[in-house]
């Protein structure tokens, strides 16, 4: 979820995406994800307000801090 409202979902793993945006905290860069549908999909992580963890029947839950 972006600081904005605007949601994206990407086919990885909670820890997976968690990592890769960690690695370019400052928003310097934008790691790139696949998105749900199987394209790619660059991310500014200085505009990720949180990420969630979306199990596989839809219904999303917080996945972590």
Avoid: C, H, N, W
């Avoid at 994206?8 to 820890?15: A, N, P, Q, R, S």
């Avoid at 945006?21 to 660059?42: I, M, T, W």
Wanted: glycine residues 16%; without cysteine.
């Amino acid at each position: 979820m972006f600081s904005e409202g605007l949601a994206i979902t990407v086919d990885g793993t909670f820890e997976s995406v968690r990592g890769s945006l960690a690695r370019y905290e400052g928003g310097q860069a934008f790691p790139v994800f696949k998105s749900e549908s199987g394209g790619d999909v660059g991310v500014a992580s200085a505009r990720v307000a949180y990420i969630e963890s979306a199990p596989a029947d839809g219904d999303q839950r917080p996945a972590g801090p």
